[in-house]
């Protein structure tokens, strides 16, 4: 089983920054790939950003150029730096992996609230 926990959500102002950590812990072998969705109010669930392995990167068009994913596979750590924030982009964000799709196993979530 896999344990995803994450932190640094809160409150911020419109083109401010905020960082997301999720540690991952447990039978890490089979994630290869880890991402962060997010749900914002009245609006279906979506992958904003995914690594892979080979540290290769996706982000949602929404977000590119404002947000970076990284991971730390020796801590089993994965952020998302969000710069440049904007009021669309508040939603509970949930750290997600999976072996091809970051889909499989999900944090709790945090909350990310934009204020214009």
């Known amino acids: 089983q896999v344990q995803l926990v994450e932190s640094g959500g809160g409150l911020v102002q419109a083109g401010g920054s905020l960082r997301l950590t999720c540690a991952a812990s447990?039978?890490?072998?089979?994630?290869?790939?880890m991402g962060w969705h997010r749900q914002a109010p009245g609006k279906q669930r979506e992958l904003v950003a995914r690594i892979g392995g080979g540290r290769n990167t996706y982000y949602a068009d929404s977000v590119k150029g404002r947000f970076a994913i990284s991971r730390d596979t020796a801590k089993n750590t994965v952020f998302l730096q969000m710069n440049s924030l904007k009021p669309e982009d508040t939603g509970l964000y949930y750290c997600?992996?999976?072996?091809?799709?970051?889909?499989?196993?999900w944090g709790q979530g945090t909350q990310v609230t934009v204020s214009s």
């Open positions: 447990g039978s890490m072998s089979s994630i290869h790939v």
């Open positions: 997600t992996g999976g072996t091809f799709y970051p889909d499989r196993y």
